[in-house]
């Protein structure tokens, strides 16, 4: 089946430093990419949704400027968070479909990468 | 908006023992809904889906139907093994057209020998 990673599958930063986030389709091209944040005991939640070449679109209440995506390859994708502070402490989760955002594929997940900031 | 609630866990079973798996939905209009299985350490599978009402999905032993009247996409299974342990998400998709997937907390299944 298809296959997603993340790297790195969890890291640490101190408040203020900028953070970058990694997602690959390994034996797939992805038009398609979507980057979703779990909480602790809550749902998954998704951030935004972006297309190859393409600027990102992002759900209502989140900030871009703050959430910085990069689709560049049909089999990368790239979520940096900047300045990170504690409370964007979470679980990172992406997501890739070979489909376009309006169709109707399955999406294959990665495994998650979980942000501490300190 | 539209939301997807399941039931709490963890939930605690022996191995051969049936499962079922709470899962309701609110939604405008048609909702395509979606069962998802996480095992440690990988990324969320998709483990079956329904595209519209009465349908049932099934894969590896689970199944699970499309209950419009009661908005409701409960996932079970006869008999569930030791590696059937995991998180299990379930989803719906607006059927906008647009791939956006809303899940609900997920829920713990530990299946002890």
């Known amino acids: 089946g298809a296959v997603v990673s993340q790297h790195p599958s969890w890291v640490i930063c101190k408040s203020g430093t900028s953070v970058k986030i990694e997602c690959r389709s390994l034996d797939f091209q992805a038009t398609t990419m979507f980057w979703y944040r779990q909480f602790p005991k809550q749902s998954l939640m998704l951030m935004a949704t972006?297309?190859?070449?393409?600027?990102?679109?992002?759900e209502q209440g989140v900030e871009k400027d703050k959430f910085l995506i990069n689709h560049a390859s049909l089999t990368l994708s790239t979520l940096t968070v900047t300045s990170a502070h504690p409370e964007d402490s979470s679980f990172y989760i992406c997501?890739?479909?070979?489909?376009?955002?309006?169709?109707?594929?399955?999406?294959?997940f990665g495994p998650g990468t979980r942000l501490t900031v300190l | 908006g539209d939301s997807v609630t399941q039931m709490e866990g963890p939930v605690t079973l022996s191995e051969e023992a049936f499962l079922t798996i709470n899962c309701t939905y609110t939604?405008?209009?048609?909702?395509?809904l979606f069962w998802y299985v996480q095992y440690p350490g990988e990324g969320l599978q998709l483990l079956l889906k329904?595209?519209?009402?009465?349908d049932k999905g099934s894969n590896k032993g689970f199944e699970a139907t499309y209950r419009k009247e009661t908005t409701s996409f409960h996932l079970e299974k006869g008999s569930v093994q030791v590696s059937d342990s995991a998180v299990y998400f379930c989803a719906l998709s607006a059927n906008t057209g647009f791939q956006k997937l809303v899940f609900g907390t997920g829920t713990r299944l530990l299946v002890s020998p």
């Open positions: 972006s297309n190859e070449g393409s600027k990102a679109t992002y």
């Open positions: 939604a405008t209009g048609y909702p395509s």
């Open positions: 997501s890739a479909s070979s489909g376009g955002a309006w169709g109707t594929d399955t999406q294959y």
């Open positions: 329904a595209t519209k009402a009465d």
